[in-house]
């Protein structure tokens, strides 16, 4: 594997590929790789000539300084993970090489972002918009690929590449998930042995509230999932909401064979965690 580091030689690698014909699939990253990662590089591997996974924890999109600060950052390991995944360059810029100078452009995804993650965490599909954006110039993927369980900003970055005309086709990818149910994330190495006990009960309450909403009630979802949260005082819910997958509006009635997602963040302490699940109405 071919780690790069600088804007110049990544596109020059991908320009060089490009010419001689070779697909290019991406794997945008934060770091901090975990199962969930290495299966999105497993299907570029399988699907592409070459794989790109880039690693840069993107200050723009962190709304909050400490979650930036914690963010874990392990890229001797994550680069191990990888070459053994067969990827085959790791694009690991510094925030100097990406944001010489503060950016000024401002993308407005109107009511796509002005619900779940967009309104509890602003500013955020802007710095997810514009990373995203620069990235795609400079590695030039023919494929991209990106996890469910960031569900809103899958919406958000389809909507990006349709407006802009990124020449990609997207993949998204279904949620790799613990055998406790728990969602893979970077931030669960943040959890306490005791929180991790507790943390796969964020899963646990989107299944009651999936049940309930396939017999046919909306209201009896929301307090299915309400009631078993209760149960669990260490989890602050921030909010879990029913809303169509694809416009991630939320219901206010239900339609047989809708793609409906329940979706919910929450906290364990100081951690904040996402979880999703989707499903049509049958
Ligand atoms: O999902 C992530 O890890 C990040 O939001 C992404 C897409 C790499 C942009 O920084």
Redesign the pocket.
């Known amino acids: 594997m071919k780690q790069i580091t600088t804007i110049n030689e990544m596109r020059a690698e991908a320009e060089k590929l490009r010419l001689a014909g070779k697909t290019i699939g991406f794997v ?3 770091g901090a790789l975990h199962e969930g990662h290495l299966e999105l590089i497993r299907a570029s591997v399988a699907e592409n000539d070459v794989t790109v996974c ?1 690693i ?3 200050p723009t ?1 962190f709304n909050n300084a400490e979650d930036f600060r914690l963010y874990p950052r392990i890229e001797q390991e994550d680069a191990a993970l990888l070459e053994n995944a067969n990827c085959t360059y790791l694009f690991l810029p510094s925030a100097a090489e990406m944001y010489p100078a503060p950016a000024k452009t401002n993308f407005n995804f109107g009511e796509l972002e002005t619900v779940m993650e967009g309104a509890h965490r602003p500013g955020h599909f802007n ?2 918009a514009l ?2 954006s620069k ?1 795609f110039h400079v590695v030039q993927p023919h494929k991209a690929y ?2 469910q369980k ?1 569900l809103q ?1 899958y919406a958000i ?1 389809r909507q990006l590449v349709t407006d802009l005309n990124f020449n990609l086709k997207l993949v998204r990818f279904p949620i790799v998930r613990e055998a406790s149910g728990l969602a893979m994330s ?1 931030r669960n190495r943040r959890l306490t042995p005791e929180q991790l006990q507790i943390a796969p009960q964020l899963y646990k309450t989107l299944c009651l509230a999936a049940e309930k909403l396939q017999n046919g009630s909306l209201s009896e979802a929301k307090s299915a999932a309400e009631a078993h949260l209760q149960n669990y005082p260490e989890v602050k819910l921030e909010y879990f909401e029913i809303a169509d997958a694809n416009t991630l509006q939320p219901l206010t009635e239900l339609k047989l064979e809708q793609e409906v997602a329940l979706c919910l963040a929450a906290f364990l302490g100081e951690v904040r965690l996402i979880d999703n699940l989707v499903l049509v109405l049958k």
Do not use: A
Request: charged share 5%.
């Open positions: 945008p990253t934060m880039s840069f924890v993107n999109q710095g997810v990373i995203v990235l990106f996890g960031d900003q970055i970077s």
